[in-house]
């Protein structure tokens, strides 16, 4: 069926680097643009990056901007990101989220995984 | 970047009440807009796209009105299986910021 499944999530401790991984399954992954969304426990969500359907194009929210790297494998259907310099403020789950738009970044998220939890504590 | 803000922050409601969340961006977003249901320990779910634009298998209880700054999500008779946090996120320009989301619980 059509879902993305994160993996790589675990606790870390403060200034290690992490990286998420997203299978995408059911779907055309190479046709839509692909983003990453945290949410730190019992708040709300925040937006961190986007890499188009084509990897030629990728954004950063400026809390991760220079830490976080965002990249995809088509051949693989597969989404990452590469957390470095991890701080406390990092934890949270981590979503891999589908753009609701083909071969462009629409900004609107049709489909989520179900998270992965990153915890950075010493 | 654009502010996202919504009113009120919480809401206690019984079955069949009407509902109204407000949404209201630091700056025009046209109708720029998606409205996201969130219920505990699950991944949000696209409820309504480009503010007023119901997702498929999104019951029609759920209306989403506004262009500009300011936007409503209205639900019209509220069931058990809407108790949830409502977010609202816009995608008029990088980053899409969401807003701090409302808390629909039960009266």
């Known amino acids: 069926q059509v879902q993305l499944v994160e993996s790589g999530g675990g606790v870390v401790q403060p200034g290690r680097s992490l990286r998420l991984s997203c299978a995408a399954s059911?779907?055309?992954?190479?046709?839509?643009?692909m983003h990453w969304v945290r949410q730190a426990p019992g708040r709300g969500l925040e937006y961190l990056a986007l890499?188009?359907?084509?990897?030629?194009?990728?954004s950063y929210a400026d809390s991760v901007k220079g830490r976080f790297t965002i990249s995809r494998d088509n051949s693989k259907n597969t989404l990452n990101l590469q957390m470095r310099s991890l701080r406390s403020e990092d934890t949270a789950i981590y979503y891999c989220?589908?753009?609701?738009?083909?071969?462009?970044?629409?900004?609107?998220?049709?489909?989520w995984g179900r998270g992965t939890l990153v915890t950075v504590s010493s | 970047d654009i502010q996202m803000t919504q009113s009120p922050s919480s809401v206690s409601a019984s079955v069949g009440d009407r509902v109204t969340i407000t949404c209201r961006a630091s700056?025009?977003?046209?109708?720029?807009l998606a409205w996201y249901q969130q219920k505990p320990g699950k991944a949000p779910k696209l409820l309504i796209s480009?503010?007023?634009s119901l997702e498929s298998g999104v019951p029609s209880r759920f209306n989403g009105r506004g262009s500009g700054t300011d936007f409503t999500l209205t639900i019209s008779s509220l069931q058990p299986e809407d108790f949830a946090i409502y977010y609202c996120?816009?995608?008029?320009?990088?980053?899409?910021?969401f807003g701090p989301g409302t808390k629909v619980d039960i009266k």
């Open positions: 059911g779907f055309t992954f190479s046709n839509y643009a």
């Open positions: 890499i188009s359907y084509d990897v030629d194009d990728k």
């Open positions: 480009a503010a007023s």
């Open positions: 989220v589908r753009d609701s738009a083909v071969t462009t970044a629409g900004g609107y998220f049709d489909l």
């Open positions: 700056q025009g977003i046209s109708t720029w």
């Open positions: 996120q816009q995608a008029y320009s990088f980053p899409f910021t």
